[in-house]
C-alpha cells in the first residue's frame, strides 16, 4: 500500500477525498456562522428548486417487499446478502456493520464492510490466516470488500479482505484510500468471549480499498486499545479523531508521526473543555451548569495519553481523571469539510440521541466542540449510531434501538438542525454503514442480520 509521508501529500488528495466522503454540509457552516444560519443563505427558492421540502424527502412509501419503505421516487438494490458465495469460495458472513465507499479508478468503487463477529459466530468459510486466534482456530471478526462498476453498479467481485479480528464495529475512509476498521472488544486471554483467545483484542487496522484479496491483519497500537467504534481522518492534517461505545466515553485523537503512514506511530489524545465542563451527557442527573446547550461552541484542549495499550481497559477512566469530557456511546463519526460531526447514541434529557459538531482549529486557532443537535422524542430519533455527511447538505444517521419500537429508521437532519425520517426499516435488525458514491447518486447501507448490503437512489437534491 501506498503512503503519503508529508502533510502537503494529505492537502493533494483532499479534494478527491471530499469529493467521495460528502462535503456540502460542512462547506455551510465553514465560515464559522453557526449552522441554522448558514441554512438560511439557501433561500426558500433554492429548496424548492432543489425539488424537496426543507425537512426531508416526503411522505415514506410502503415497500411491498416488506423490507425498507423510502420516499417516493427512491428505490433501492440488493447488492450482497448473507451466504451468498464470493470471489474467493467463501461465504457472505452476517452482522455487517460499518462502512466505507472509495473511489478506485477506472470506472470502480468499492465498498469495505465491516463484519461484527465474534468467537463462536460463523465466518463464512475457513478463515486461513489472520490476527487473532481462539485454541488455534482464527477468529472470525473482519472485514469484506465488494467492487463495484460505477456506471451499472455491477457486483464485479466479492471477498474476504480481513479476518482474525473481534467485533469491527465501524470505521472510517482514509484520504490515502483504506478502511479503518476498529475492534469494539478490548479483550484478550482469558477474557470475556471465551477461553482460549491467544491475542489481546481491541485495535484499529487498516484495510486498503483496492488490496484485490486478504490483507495481512497488523494491528495500529498505538492508536490505543479500547472499545473502538469509529475513526475519521482530518485530510488537511492526517489526524485522526476515534469515538469509543462505551457510556463514560471520551473523544480521542491520534496525532501520527508520519500523516499518511499510522503504522509509523504517534500520540494519543483525549479532548477537555477548556471551561472545565466534564460531562456533555446532559442526562437527568447531570449538574444543570454544566449541561451543553445546542449551538454553543466550548473551546477545548487535548491530554496526552500514555501506556495506550491498556492491558486494564481503562483509558478512558484515566482520561476523565484529567478532565476529559464524557460522551455517552460514542459511535458514528464523519468528516465534512473542515468540520466533524459526532454520534452519541444515547446521550440527552430524553436518552435518545445527541449529534455533536467539532471544528479543528487550523492555522494556531482553537479547537471547539459543540451540541449540535439533541433528540427530545423517538420520532425525531432513537438511537442514532452510524452516520455520514450526505452530499447534497444533511446528515444522515442509521438508527440502533432494540426497544418496544420493532422499527429503525434512517434519520436525515438538515443543516438548521431538523430531523426528518428517510427509511424505515421493517426488520427486528439495525441499520449501518451509510455512506455515498463519490458521485453522490447512490447511498450504500446494511442491514446488520441477516447481512443485507443495498444501494439506495432517487431524486436527491
Not at 466550548?298 to 477512566?317: A, F, H
Not at 473542515?338 to 479547537?367: H, K, W
Not at 447501507?445 to 431524486?459: F, H, K, M, Q, R
Request: with cysteine; hydrophobic share 35%.
Amino acid at each position: 500500500m501506498t503512503h503519503f509521508s508529508h502533510a502537503e501529500n494529505l492537502s493533494f488528495n483532499r479534494r478527491r477525498f471530499m469529493a467521495a466522503t460528502g462535503s456540502a454540509f460542512a462547506a455551510l457552516g465553514a465560515s464559522g456562522c453557526s449552522m441554522a444560519s448558514a441554512d438560511s443563505r439557501m433561500g426558500a427558492g433554492d429548496v424548492a428548486r432543489a425539488g424537496r421540502t426543507q425537512t426531508g424527502y416526503g411522505a415514506l412509501v410502503s415497500d411491498p417487499d416488506g423490507m425498507l419503505d423510502l420516499p417516493e421516487g427512491f428505490s433501492y438494490r440488493v447488492l450482497s446478502r448473507l451466504g451468498d458465495t464470493m470471489s474467493d469460495g467463501l461465504s457472505v458472513p452476517d452482522k455487517a456493520d460499518g462502512m466505507g465507499c472509495l473511489d478506485l479508478g477506472g470506472g470502480k468503487i468499492a465498498l469495505v464492510r465491516n463484519h461484527e463477529l465474534v468467537p463462536g459466530d460463523e465466518s463464512g468459510g475457513t478463515l486461513r490466516h489472520g490476527y487473532g486466534t481462539q485454541e488455534g482456530a482464527i477468529v472470525p471478526g473482519g472485514t469484506t470488500t465488494l467492487v463495484l462498476d460505477t456506471k451499472t453498479l455491477a457486483l464485479e467481485k466479492e471477498y474476504r479482505s480481513l479476518a482474525g479480528t473481534i467485533r469491527n464495529c465501524s470505521g472510517g475512509v482514509t484520504p490515502w484510500g483504506s478502511w479503518l476498521t476498529c475492534e469494539e472488544a478490548p479483550t484478550g486471554p482469558g477474557q470475556k468471549y471465551g477461553e482460549g483467545l491467544e491475542q489481546n483484542h481491541g485495535w484499529v487496522f487498516e484495510v486498503p480499498a483496492g488490496a484485490g484479496r486478504q490483507v495481512d491483519a497488523v494491528p495500529l497500537k498505538a492508536m490505543g486499545r479500547f472499545n473502538h467504534e469509529a475513526a475519521s481522518v482530518d485530510p488537511r492534517t492526517g489526524i485522526v479523531y476515534l469515538t469509543e461505545d462505551r457510556d463514560d466515553s471520551v473523544f480521542y485523537r491520534f496525532l501520527p508521526a508520519e500523516p499518511g503512514n499510522l503504522a509509523a506511530g504517534g500520540r494519543l489524545q483525549a479532548m477537555a473543555a477548556v471551561d472545565g465542563t466534564t460531562d456533555s451527557r446532559n442526562w437527568p442527573k447531570t449538574d444543570m451548569a454544566s449541561r451543553m446547550r445546542v449551538s454553543a461552541p466550548k473551546q477545548v484542549r487535548w491530554i496526552d495519553l500514555d501506556n495506550v495499550e491498556s492491558p486494564s481497559d481503562d483509558l478512558r477512566t484515566r482520561a476523565a481523571a484529567q478532565g476529559a469530557l464524557l460522551i455517552a456511546r460514542g459511535e458514528g463519526l464523519h468528516m465534512g469539510e473542515d468540520e466533524l460531526y459526532i454520534c452519541s447514541t444515547s446521550g440527552g434529557t430524553a436518552g435518545l440521541g445527541q449529534v455533536f459538531r467539532f471544528m479543528p482549529g487550523y492555522n494556531g486557532a482553537a479547537d471547539r466542540f459543540e451540541l449540535f443537535f439533541e433528540s427530545e422524542n423517538r420520532d425525531q430519533f432513537n438511537y442514532g449510531d452510524n452516520l455520514t455527511v450526505a452530499p447534497f447538505g444533511d446528515l444522515f444517521v442509521c438508527e440502533d434501538q432494540y426497544t418496544d419500537v420493532v422499527d429503525n429508521y434512517l434519520r436525515g437532519i438538515t443543516p438548521a438542525g431538523q430531523a426528518y425520517a428517510f427509511g424505515r426499516l421493517h426488520r427486528q435488525t439495525e441499520l449501518a454503514g451509510g455512506c455515498f458514491s463519490p458521485d453522490g447518486k447512490w447511498f450504500f447501507v446494511n442491514i446488520y442480520s441477516p447481512t443485507i448490503t443495498v444501494a439506495i437512489t432517487g431524486p436527491w437534491t
